[in-house]
């Protein structure tokens, strides 16, 4: 049974930061890009950022691109998402998941995520 569990979420001031912590089990961990999605109060999940198998491949989406950083730690089963620089606009439900695709537009695409956690929530504020 694969299990996909957030850690790490919290009340942080804006320009704060916070590390979110998602630990796999039950899945070959490697073969999988892992992403992080995101989805604020009357919005849709939106996708945030996301880092191939082997951790050489990252995609961000433009509003978090040099203030957020994905990486992964294979050993351990885990990706991360490390936040900076944190705006009011990030407070959200963020959502780890793993996606069998290794490349291409998919990679951004929720539909095609197998797995996901069962989120945690961030919130921005002062």
């Known amino acids: 049974q694969v299990r996909l569990v957030e850690s790490g979420g919290g009340v942080v001031q804006p320009g704060g930061s916070l590390r979110l912590s998602c630990a796999a089990s039950g899945m070959p961990f490697s073969s999988y890009t892992m992403g992080w999605f995101r989805q604020a109060p009357e919005k849709e999940r939106e996708f945030v950022c996301a880092?191939?198998?082997?951790?050489?491949?990252?995609y961000y989406t433009d509003s978090v691109k040099g203030r957020f950083t994905i990486s992964r730690d294979n050993a351990k089963n885990t990706v991360y998402l490390q936040m900076n620089s944190l705006k009011d606009e990030d407070t959200a439900v963020y959502y780890c998941a793993a996606n069998p695709v290794s490349s291409g537009f998919l990679i951004y695409a929720s539909y095609r995520y197998d797995y996901w956690g069962q989120g945690t929530q961030v919130t921005v504020s002062s």
């Open positions: 880092i191939g198998g082997s951790g050489g491949r990252t």
